[in-house]
Every structure is written in C-alpha cells, then in structure tokens.
C-alpha cells in the first residue's frame, strides 16, 4: 500500500479538537496516529488498532517532517528500526509536539537504533519497545489505554471510562489471538512487557562515594554469570543487580555506557531491560546524562544516591577479595 494517509471508522481530518490538538472520532472517541515505514508493520498496526474500536491514520515516518503542525491522535504509534538524519529529526520533532498535544508515544526500534532513538526521546515520556513482535505492540497499546483511563478521569464521562475498559479488554483479546497464531520463534524478545517511560535528564551529580576497585566488580559479575552454566538461567532473570554492578565498574573505569550497552549488560531481552531501567531512573538509582560531544547521544549513570548505597554495601560486608555476591 503506498505511503498515504487512510483511515479506519471514518475521515479522521474532518475532527480534530479533542485533547488541545490531538485528534478524535466519533465512534470511541480515541484515536492512533501510525507511523511507519516498513508497510507490514504498519498495516498490523493499523489493522489491530481498527479492531480495538479506535480511529486510525496511517502513513509513512517522513510524514511527521512533511505534515507541518497536523494534529496526532490521542495515542501515536511509531515504527524506527534504523534511523538516518531524516528519522532523527522526525523523532526530535514528535518528541517535542507529543506533550504539547496530550498525545501518548509507543516507539518501536531496534538494538542497533536504541541509543540513537533513546537519546531523541528527551521530553514525550514513550514507551519503547525493542523488536517487539505484534503482540507485544498490541499489549502496549492497551496498557496505553488504560493509563489514559486513569490519567483523564476528570476529563472522561461514566461512557467514556467505560469505553476505554472495553477497549483495553478487546486488545488483550486481539494480543492473545496474535499470540496464538503466530509461529514459535517469531519476531519480539519473548517478553509481553514493554518499557516502562524512562525519566529525563538529572542535575550534574555532586561528589561520588567510594566503590571498589572497577577490576573487582568486574570479577564479581563474572562470577555471577557463571550460575547460568549450572543452574537454570532463567532463576536468575532479575537483572537490577547486575546493572548495577556494571554502573559501578565503569564508573571506576572512566567509562561512559549507553543504553543498549547496559541492556547487554542485563543479559535479559532489550525491552525486559529496558523497563528495569525505567524502574531504576523512577527509584532515584539510575539518571540519564546526555554526551557533552553529541547532544543526539545519552547515556546511563549511577546517582549520587545509589554510589552512597553500594559504597556502604560494599564497605560493610568487607570485601576485600572477590566473592559471589
């Protein structure tokens, strides 16, 4: 299909006035903006966000460049698996008109466009997703639906509310039905649960606590990994430990890491990384810094409070020789 915009339920150009801009239908009163280049991902969106009852457009990623100030829908959908000049700045610009709109953001990339796209995502709060299968699309999108439900419920009717309910019962339908046809092996990271949104940038950090030597933790999570080769693997899947150590050792290192180098460094699938590190940036552990070089690139650093915490952890049990911690 070519890279124009149509709709699903009706003309969605012919109303938009809800939410300060974004767009809206008659039928639920929702509606999804997708943007897409690759033309399967883009009609799978389309068709499982038609199928939930919400109104769609959808069109290529360059229409976000092209399409001047056009309203989004309520929820906006976008597909970058790899990113060049022209993405980076469509990213930029949706990154900074999504919460003037109202309008909530699923990305979708790939471990090799994470860091550029993270960095890109600075104001929007997305939730972002890492080669994720349809289903996984899907599930982000009701839970989408249902923080909205929560979010504007002075602003939504008892029909409204309730609406929302339906719709986020029918995309946990449509994700089950997805689930179930498609073929073992296939697309997404096995993990139904995207990113949770990552926090902004944090104030300069102040001075640091002392933590062990870096060659020392790097010897402790060898170690860990090591229980993987004994023990089934997946009873170790928590992986805010180990982040955590791998902070701390290139913070002795010198080094800064990226977000895709910590979700390496996770050893869980990118997208299941990806909303631990969220929980670590909302839990005060972790902030996200931009390259002082290149204002495109972010990065991941312990805070102040999580240096003090392992510097004491660390100080009181004593370590002096690597142990299994």
Not at 119 to 125: F, L, R, T, V
Request: proline share 5%; aromatic share 4%.
């Amino acid at each position: 299909m070519d890279d124009t915009d149509f709709t699903l339920g009706g003309p969605v150009t012919d109303d938009f006035a809800y939410g300060g801009g974004s767009a809206s239908g008659q039928g639920s009163g929702l509606s999804v903006s997708i943007f897409a280049d690759r033309a399967h991902v883009r009609a799978g969106m389309r068709e499982d966000a038609g199928a939930a009852g919400l109104r769609v457009t959808a069109t290529s990623l360059a229409e976000l460049l092209e399409q001047g100030e056009r309203p989004l829908g309520d929820v906006v959908l976008l597909d970058c698996p790899q990113v060049d000049g022209a993405a980076l700045a469509a990213l930029s610009r949706l990154d900074m008109r999504a919460p003037q709109l109202g309008a909530r953001l699923i990305v979708s990339t790939s471990v090799e466009a994470l860091d550029d796209v993270f960095a890109c995502m600075d104001h929007s709060n997305p939730l972002l997703l890492v080669d994720p299968s349809r289903a996984e699309r899907v599930v982000a999108l009701g839970r989408v639906l249902a923080t909205m439900s929560q979010g504007r419920v002075r602003e939504l009717s008892d029909d409204d509310r309730l609406m929302i309910l339906r719709l986020t019962e029918q995309v946990g339908e449509i994700a089950g039905r997805i689930d179930r046809l498609a073929p073992s092996g296939g697309g997404g990271d096995g993990a139904l649960e995207p990113a949770i949104p990552l926090a902004r940038e944090a104030p300069p950090r102040c001075a640091a606590a002392q933590l062990p030597d870096a060659r020392l933790v790097r010897k402790i999570l060898r170690q860990r990994q090591l229980r993987a080769r004994f023990i089934e693997g997946d009873l170790f899947a928590d992986p805010a430990w180990d982040m955590l150590l791998d902070l701390a050792a290139a913070q002795g290192e010198g080094k800064q890491v990226s977000v895709t180098s910590l979700c390496i460094a996770a050893a869980v699938p990118p997208t299941t990384a990806l909303r631990w590190i969220g929980q670590m940036v909302d839990g005060g552990l972790f902030r996200r810094v931009l390259d002082d070089n290149d204002r495109r690139r972010a990065f991941i650093e312990l805070t102040d409070k999580a240096v003090e915490g392992l510097g004491r952890y660390f100080g009181e049990i004593g370590l002096a020789a690597p142990a299994p911690v």
